[in-house]
């Protein structure tokens, strides 16, 4: 049974910071490439962060600078780090394995002005 349950939404205020959790089940997790997408109400999901299993890391041009993606393989975790957050960067976040192409359910961002 593959599980990858994501924590850490919430409500935060411009400029504050969250940081999101996903926790594999199911899967060999060290050698999955692991991501982040987001997606806002009525949009395309859209890819925000992947890190490989080596822990090589790509971000969208959006959040540069701003988002930290990483890992933890002996806890079978996978963590997004947001900071300077903007209302822009609200929506549901889910964390995906590249192998098998395994999504969670999500947790939702909300970042007011």
């Known amino acids: 049974q593959v599980q990858l349950v994501e924590s850490g939404g919430g409500v935060v205020q411009a400029g504050g910071s969250l940081r999101l959790s996903c926790a594999a089940s199911g899967i060999l997790f060290s050698i999955n490439v692991m991501e982040w997408y987001r997606q806002a109400p009525g949009k395309q999901r859209e890819l925000v962060a992947s890190i490989t299993s080596g822990g090589d890391t790509t971000y969208a041009d959006s959040v540069k600078g701003r988002f930290t993606i990483s890992r933890d393989n002996a806890k079978n975790t996978v963590f997004l780090q947001m900071g300077s957050l903007k209302p822009d960067d609200t929506g549901v976040y889910y964390c995906?394995?590249?192998?098998?192409?395994?999504w969670g359910q999500g947790t939702q961002v909300t970042v007011s002005s």
């Open positions: 995906k394995a590249w192998f098998g192409a395994y």
